[in-house]
């Protein structure tokens, strides 16, 4: 009689299961993050898509934490300039 398999296989690599199911991936590891670096994922995000303008808003608009979400709202938009092409 052969032996029972007794121990677990290794856990695929993030950038493997993300190659696989984009969707499925992203949804879990989003899952995974705590509320402030959603916040701050999302703010990264909104000044990726609204640029500059977006980011000025939310320091002005958003009370107590609209700074760090201008921050990052900056980077957002500092990373898309930086992958147009000129």
Do not use: H, N, Y
């Not at 032996?3 to 991936?25: E, M």
């Not at 899952?31 to 703010?43: H, N, S, Y």
Request: charged share 30%.
């Amino acid at each position: 009689m052969a032996k029972k398999r007794t121990r677990r296989a290794r856990p695929k690599s993030l950038g493997k299961r993300f190659s696989k199911d984009p969707v499925r991936t992203t949804k879990a590891e989003w899952g995974k993050l705590p509320l402030p670096a959603k916040i701050l994922v999302g703010a990264l995000a909104l000044g990726a898509l609204g640029g500059a303008t977006v980011a000025a808003d939310m320091e002005e608009k958003v009370p107590l934490i609209g700074g760090i979400m201008g921050k990052a709202a900056t980077l957002g938009a500092d990373w898309v300039s930086k992958m147009r092409p000129a």
